[in-house]
């Protein structure tokens, strides 16, 4: 029967005349189907055959949701638009692959500690879409910085400029007067201290997002000035 959802390729046939190459054409269905019937027309008629090598569907793009941004050594849950009659399998490769311990359109990741691409395939009343959909979990990992301090040993009312040693691209660097919590003295990748009378440690720790790392030291070694 037919359901009123009818395409005409005739670019796809004007190349196949031209070049007597294969070319590959792309239908959107408006409707539902169960098969699809192939007419000549126009130039088409000047054609003794028409080879068809290939056919698959594909579904539409899987929306996923989640948290698809966490940090190091966590892990989060994706979930995976499901319509009536569909079911979802997950995998760790675009094809074949490792099928992951998930039945369901939620998946949870193991504990990650890199970037992660995981793929959706969908089977829709028995039949499997021919591309799965890709969904990657970026890892945030901000690394614990070494700190050079200059000078590290001074006199009483001088100050000192201590500085985070290769600093990485997209970190954020906050100093603070205390291995936990403190204050907030200055942020960025370099910090010039007030004048100081008492040997003084500071603290640096790295943020990329909401992950933050360990924080570093270091101490300021302030010598009295001779009466």
Same mark, same amino acid.
């Given at each position: 029967?037919?359901?009123?959802?009818?395409?005409?390729?005739?670019?796809?046939?004007?190349?196949?005349?031209?070049?007597?190459?294969?070319?590959?054409?792309?239908?959107?269905?408006?409707?539902?189907?169960?098969?699809?019937?192939?007419?000549?027309?126009?130039?088409?008629?000047?054609?003794?055959?028409?080879?068809?090598?290939?056919?698959?569907?594909?579904?539409?793009?899987?929306?996923?949701?989640?948290?698809?941004?966490?940090?190091?050594?966590?892990?989060?849950?994706?979930?995976?638009?499901?319509?009536?009659?569909?079911?979802?399998?997950?995998?760790?490769?675009?094809?074949?692959?490792?099928?992951?311990?998930?039945?369901?359109?939620?998946? &949870? %990741?193991?504990? #990650?500690?890199?970037? *992660?691409? @995981? /793929? =959706? +395939?969908?089977?829709?009343?028995? $039949? !499997?879409?021919?591309?799965?959909?890709?969904?990657?979990?970026?890892?945030?990992?901000?690394?614990?910085?070494?700190?050079?301090?200059?000078?590290?040993?001074?006199?009483?009312?001088?100050?000192?400029?201590?500085?985070?040693?290769?600093?990485?691209?997209?970190?954020?660097?906050?100093?603070?007067?205390?291995?936990?919590?403190?204050?907030?003295?200055?942020?960025?990748?370099?910090? &010039? %201290?007030?004048? #100081?009378?008492?040997? *003084?440690? @500071? /603290? =640096? +720790?790295?943020?990329?997002?909401? $992950? !933050?790392?360990?924080?570093?030291?270091?101490?300021?070694?302030?010598?009295?000035?001779?009466?």
């Amino acid at each position: 029967t037919f359901n009123n959802d009818r395409t005409a390729i005739n670019s796809l046939l004007d190349v196949q005349l031209r070049t007597g190459g294969r070319v590959r054409g792309t239908i959107k269905a408006e409707a539902a189907f169960d098969r699809v019937e192939v007419r000549l027309g126009g130039l088409a008629l000047l054609l003794t055959s028409l080879d068809i090598y290939g056919a698959s569907y594909k579904f539409k793009e899987r929306t996923i949701t989640g948290n698809k941004t966490i940090c190091s050594g966590q892990t989060t849950t994706l979930t995976a638009d499901v319509a009536l009659g569909e079911s979802i399998k997950w995998y760790d490769a675009a094809t074949a692959g490792n099928l992951l311990p998930s039945s369901t359109a939620a998946f &949870t %990741t193991p504990v #990650l500690t890199a970037n *992660t691409t @995981y /793929y =959706v +395939e969908v089977t829709r009343n028995g $039949c !499997v879409n021919s591309e799965r959909s890709a969904v990657l979990v970026t890892v945030n990992n901000p690394v614990t910085s070494t700190i050079t301090a200059s000078p590290s040993n001074l006199c009483a009312g001088q100050s000192s400029t201590i500085t985070v040693d290769s600093p990485v691209t997209g970190t954020t660097y906050k100093w603070y007067d205390a291995l936990t919590g403190g204050n907030l003295v200055f942020t960025g990748t370099s910090y &010039t %201290t007030q004048n #100081l009378s008492t040997t *003084t440690s @500071y /603290y =640096v +720790e790295a943020v990329i997002g909401d $992950c !933050v790392s360990a924080r570093s030291s270091v101490t300021l070694n302030v010598s009295p000035r001779p009466s």
